[in-house]
């Protein structure tokens, strides 16, 4: 049972470039999540998705944007990647039955890109 | 805006200890309260998660409590061993179903 795992685990990119991460779990999860982890803080929402079709934007949602195009997948892309943007991403899925809300959400290892 | 805290930033202890991390948060209408495990160049390990309606939770040595009157939960880790060793986030899921996080306690357990 692979759980979410996440490609590629490292990428370094020159400013400007764009790029797509793919998460995929194979738990028939239906909310996935992107998070950015950076120093000192605390993880933070990029865009979420409840379900295959649906995406909704998080507590920092602008430069990146999302595809779920089936249940299993969830893409995070960089359209013109920034030095800001340099961070550890996390892919993160959970089931909503049977205890709804309280259901943990189930993480990756984490992508860490450097834009340079 | 909901905030979540944790003090201290690090903790370094010896092996055998009890040992409490904190977690403080500034809206208390949340729906449950979690505690994650990150490990050097891993993604997070859900620990416990503490609903909204209860005051504790338990696994094995760990005890987590949450008050949400005053806006705190503690992570109470018994007989620290080596592989304790770990970044421990907490995290509260807030009105709009989003979990907040903190920044995280980064624990060393010293052998």
């Known amino acids: 049972n692979a759980g979410v795992t996440q490609t590629p685990k490292f990428r370094v990119l020159k400013t400007g470039q764009s790029m797509t991460l793919l998460c995929a779990q194979d738990m028939n999860h239906e909310y996935m999540y992107w998070y950015r982890q950076d120093p000192g803080m605390g993880l933070r929402l990029i865009h979420y998705s409840v379900g295959e079709g649906t995406t909704a934007k998080g507590e920092v949602p602008d430069g990146y944007n999302v595809s779920r195009l089936k249940k299993q997948n969830f893409l995070l892309g960089l359209e013109s990647a920034a030095p800001s943007q340099t961070s550890v991403y996390f892919c993160?899925?959970?089931?909503?039955?049977?205890?709804?809300?309280?259901?943990?959400?189930?993480f990756g290892d984490g992508t860490r890109l450097s834009i340079l | 805006k909901q905030e979540v805290t944790q003090i201290p930033a690090a903790l370094s202890v010896p092996e055998g200890e009890n040992l409490v991390l904190n977690c403080s948060f500034t809206d208390s209408a949340i729906y449950n309260l979690q505690w994650f495990r990150q490990d050097p160049g891993k993604g997070l390990t859900s620990l416990l998660l503490i609903q909204s309606s209860q005051r504790e939770q338990t696994s094995g040595r760990l005890n987590a409590s949450l008050d949400k009157s005053s806006g705190r939960s503690t992570l109470y880790i018994a007989a620290s061993q080596p592989g304790d060793s770990a970044t421990y986030l907490c995290?509260?899921?807030?009105?709009?179903?989003?979990?907040?996080w903190g920044a995280g306690t980064k624990l060393i357990i010293k052998p």
């Open positions: 995290a509260v899921m807030d009105s709009n179903y989003q979990l907040i």
């Open positions: 993160a899925s959970r089931l909503t039955w049977p205890r709804g809300s309280n259901q943990p959400q189930h």
